[in-house]
């Protein structure tokens, strides 16, 4: 999903101002609000992180979460993201049309939308509801493009097991027990 600072909808003067913060290499993500809004808990509470660094999109996280649908989720850092119109986090690989037809999406689940901003960006967006926590996206997005949807537990959702049942089948050793203050790494720089 989207971070909410960083998910509005962007207009034209938006738009170029983020794209102005890109060029500059001002990738800063409103991790402060970020945690305001999505974390319930307090200064000592521990929770379970992904590092998206380490992350290799191996599936487990859709698969082995105790939860019937995964509390890993698709997280979008809009400003590492390109805007690009063909977007390998959206599209399968060699689609021939760039159009939102079913077939041509990548995410199994239709979790993704892409709105146009101006010729040639598009932006996109996760539905959260809809993400099962897969990683095609995100590997899609990491192959092809800057790098800017990425995988983490979304803290609302998770149950703090004692033992997170994917970081023990964890391939990547990409999951571990963060304080309140680190609870969501976002991804700041592609
Ligand atoms: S289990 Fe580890 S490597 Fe696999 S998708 Fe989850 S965080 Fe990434
Ligand atoms: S491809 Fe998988 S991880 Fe990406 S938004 Fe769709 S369900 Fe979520
Ligand atoms: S701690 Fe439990 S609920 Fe949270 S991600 Fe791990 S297995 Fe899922």
């Known amino acids: ?35 305001a ?50 977007c390998g986090g959206y599209y399968r690989p060699n689609v021939k049309d760039l159009n939102t037809a079913a077939e041509n999406q990548l995410c199994p689940t239709g979790a993704i939308s892409r709105k146009f901003v101006e010729e040639p960006y598009f ?20 192959s092809f493009g800057n790098g800017s949807l990425f995988l983490q537990v979304q803290q609302d959702l998770c149950q703090q097991c004692n033992e997170c049942a994917i970081a023990r089948v964890c391939p990547s050793d990409a999951i571990h027990r963060v304080s309140y203050d680190d609870a969501y790494q976002l991804k700041d720089h592609a």
């Open 123 to 142: 932006e996109y967006t996760i539905d959260e509801s809809l993400c099962t926590g897969c990683g095609k996206c995100v590997k899609g997005c990491t």
């Open 1 to 35: 999903m989207n971070n909410d600072k960083l998910k509005s909808p962007i207009d034209r003067r938006d738009f170029i101002r983020r794209c102005g913060s890109l060029l500059a290499g001002g990738a800063a993500l409103a991790a402060g609000g970020f945690l």
């Open 37 to 86: 809004t999505k974390v319930k808990g307090k200064t000592g509470d521990v929770f379970w992180q992904i590092d998206p660094y380490k992350c290799t999109q191996c599936g487990r996280c859709e698969t082995d979460c105790v939860l019937p649908i995964s509390a890993v989720k698709c997280f979008h850092a809009n400003r590492v993201c390109g805007y690009c119109d063909l």
